[in-house]
């Protein structure tokens, strides 16, 4: 055995994330360790907790970064309200409606299917029948964005309907927190939860969540204990909550969110309303350029994730040859289709630092370049002309 | 609002974790963001698979770094292995048995405790008194290295005593991996968790585990599903286990993976006995000089954890005061007590890159230092000659 330190090799990221770390947060990951009991750490745990307030668009006591990835986020928010017998309407149009599932069940909750097709939002009165038909449930979850086919529901709708029929709201947010409009407090959604590798362009491993004085009202007055310890929230709280007594409940990870603290530090300074405006203006010269060669959108207009852009694979191609090549030859990552659409489909990220305009460029360009050298059916020649003048638009 | 970076304070960390981290883990914690399905990124996972077996002493197949704290990796192995209904044997010398019992419960099992007193290691043969009483009992639980107090219990017997019974066990090593002798397949522990911010010195958020085939066996037979999806070893390993083939779990925290494979590569460069020597020797250096205070420690000596030393509290001291200045005059962070030993202890880590001689001269004249000037009842002006003798024995 001899290995040796490992040096990754120079990545564009523009798949459904990790998108391309900031050299700030990398630097900042990098600081000195500290104790996570220490003065300073709680201190900056507090600007963490007012940072991704902002982010998420409010005020929510309980908005707190998860030790673990966006699935133990997507539990955290399972576990503290389902109880068993619990009857959940899940809202599924994708990957990660189906997960939604497997925690309710896990939960020893009853769901309730609504089923869309992948690639389209959500549908509104397909949910209202579904709280008509099932009076008696008690939570709606579904995905704000569908990180596994690019379409976005329409978050603000869906929870209003919830809310008639007196159900708390369960929403995952991994793709659209900063990169699309989000407005937990004004939408009245309840139990939010995201992930820190997309729109964030942090490092991987963390998960923001954010519950209403609601949620944690259910989630503090449950009859039975919370299935997992190291996420319920009636300990988690002791130890992010405020106050300046905080309780020992797990190692948080210290520089993980130092990179967290300045991821959200630069979307302060950008302001969100500008990097909405900012994802939004790349996506629509990033379609520019892949549409002068031909290449289709899978989601229709109106629900497309300016962030997150699914593409059909021109017919014939070999998609996971294409991938290979963009990145051996250009070091440009893109996505694979997941589920239902794997084969058929990429997904292109724009997300976060990756949304800036000479990403928009390479894309479109080494896109061109591996398509036409494998002979695939595209025109070529107008891409870069239609991408210039979208950025300039 | 007006939130800057934050730029942690220098500290040297000798409490019970996270340690110093050493500037090269740092360093590589640092390097650019790969994506997670990368085949660079997936050839450094078996890597770091293979390395963490050697730290661990096993060829376990299933050895991989759960993507969340300790606590989850405590976690990981009880909600694989415990079904509801099974019964469980649970060692508690301290805060971390507490938790177990928590799991068990939480998880549907019934737990029968083994209990010690704080400070001291798990008695034989009160498990094997327990396991005679409970036949049918599945599963011992027990702490190798016990945080909360600095005791070390026997590992192997209480293994060899469990096997004899029939029983799996879970083994947390948490403090005591690569910090004094841990071999998991030859003592036959079957589910076995650690973390990275202690012995291997890197940044926290991480829980190495590894389970013996036994142990695998018994989670992938489960009548039930296993209650986390995050957790759920039967969809974790499709994607950590081995081939080519990596199936779409959750997103690796990549970044913190760089900083454990460069962790793990400095041990194996070290190597595990020097390793452990190198904590022994500190360890005792430090035990010379706090002696030579009058300062006592509370585990009796066969069972003191070298990287982990816990000292009672001189009469009449305000210990938090007293950390307090170390942090504030010295950087200097030592641990208090935890649960029954809180305001009674301080616990000093040595652990990883913070067992060196260095730390421990600091460390011994800074508490002469902040307890002369308290007029603390402490011998004064021999701790600097006692350290240095036993640093160079």
């Not at 090549?325 to 997300?351: D, P, S, T, Y």
Request: aromatic share 6%.
């Amino acid at each position: 055995m001899a290995i040796t330190s490992f040096n990754p090799p120079i990545r564009t990221l523009m798949g459904p994330g990790p998108s391309d770390v900031h050299p700030r947060i990398l630097e900042a990951l990098s600081r000195p360790t500290i104790g996570h009991l220490d003065p300073a750490f709680v201190g900056m745990m507090d600007e963490t907790k007012a940072l991704l307030q902002y982010a998420f668009q409010t005020q929510y006591e309980l908005t707190m970064p998860v030790s673990a990835p966006g699935s133990a986020g997507m539990e955290t928010c399972f576990v503290n309200l389902v109880e068993p017998g619990d009857k959940v309407i899940v809202c599924r149009n994708g990957v990660f409606g189906g997960r939604m599932l497997e925690n309710v069940e896990r939960c020893g909750g009853e769901a309730v299917m609504v089923e869309d097709d992948w690639g389209q939002p959500v549908t509104p009165d397909k949910l209202r029948d579904a709280l008509a038909a099932n009076p008696d449930a008690r939570i709606v979850a579904f995905v704000h964005a569908e990180t596994s086919t690019g379409a976005q529901s329409d978050a603000e709708t869906l929870a209003a309907i919830a809310r008639e029929h007196g159900c708390l709201t369960i929403v995952d947010t991994v793709t659209s927190l900063t990169g699309t409009p989000l407005k937990v407090a004004q939408w009245g959604l309840d139990a939010v939860y995201s992930g820190t590798q997309k729109c964030l362009s942090c490092v991987p491993g963390i998960s923001p969540v954010t519950f209403s004085p609601a949620a944690m009202e259910k989630a503090t007055n449950r009859k039975t204990k919370v299935q997992s310890w190291f996420l319920d929230l009636n300990l988690v709280t002791a130890y992010w909550g405020s106050g300046a007594k905080r309780a020992y409940h797990h190692t948080a990870p210290v520089n993980a969110i130092y990179a967290l603290h300045e991821a959200l530090v630069m979307v302060q300074e950008e302001g969100l309303e500008n990097a909405w405006a900012r994802h939004r203006h790349l996506h629509l010269a990033l379609r520019a350029g892949l549409e002068a060669m031909g290449i289709e959108f899978v989601v229709p207009e109106a629900a497309r994730l300016p962030q997150l852009n699914t593409v059909k694979v021109p017919a014939g191609v070999d998609e996971a040859a294409v991938r290979k090549q963009l990145l051996e030859r250009f070091g440009l990552e893109i996505g694979a289709g997941l589920g239902n659409l794997a084969g058929k489909v990429w997904r292109i990220g724009l997300m976060g630092h990756s949304a800036r305009p000479a990403n928009v460029l390479l894309c479109v360009s080494a896109l061109e370049s591996v398509l036409g050298s494998m002979g695939a059916d595209i025109r070529r020649g107008e891409a870069l002309a239609a991408t210039e003048a979208a950025l300039n638009a």
